[in-house]
């Protein structure tokens, strides 16, 4: 059995859509939905033939194409109803394109493809600016556990690959257009 860690990055683009509810004069909760395609990509050695110097073969790569979560939402209001600060978590999926094309053992796969479904959790900070505009600054986590797994076989040997846990760290910076009910809290 051999394994090895890929490191990734890149960015998330899409939208959010959700709503909240002021239950005290400062208390507010929430549900959000979140959908964002993504390219997070990394490229890690093949355990079982690691690369040669300026080869690309003895390579794993993997590209996260997409993320989606559902969240509650729990938060506090401040200055005067203007700036919501609040934790969030909940259900997490996303898609994973791996590879495999310069690898020892798995090349003849080409690229297999893997949707996860895990965990979230998060803070930030939210900041009503301009009637009905908001913008918002959050951190998420994202925790997928296990991944698939993929097997090949020749007449004398068969091998299995699972793609192991998975964790992201996001930044997100955005903005949002309230519909309906009063423009604050956020």
Known sequence: MASGPI?????????????????????????????????????GMDPWNPQTFGSEDGTIGVTTNWIASITGRFGFTGFNNMVLFYAKGG?????????????DLFSALGSVHETRTGWTTGAGVE?????PWTVFLEWDYYGFHNGSTFST??????????????????VLIGFNYKWGGSVPPP
Do not use: K
Request: charged letters at 5%; a negative charge; one cysteine or more.
């Open 91 to 103: 259900v997490a999926w996303d898609q994973n394109t791996w590879n495999l094309s310069n690898s």
């Open 7 to 43: 490191d990734s990055s890149g960015g998330l683009y899409g939208g959010q859509g959700g709503c909240n509810y002021q239950f005290a004069p400062n208390m507010v909760v929430g549900v959000q939905g979140d959908m964002y395609g993504a390219h997070i990509h990394g490229t």
């Open 127 to 131: 900041w009503a600016f301009a009637a």
């Open 153 to 170: 076989s020749t007449p004398t040997t068969s091998s299995v690959l699972n793609t192991g846990p998975q964790t992201i760290n996001a």
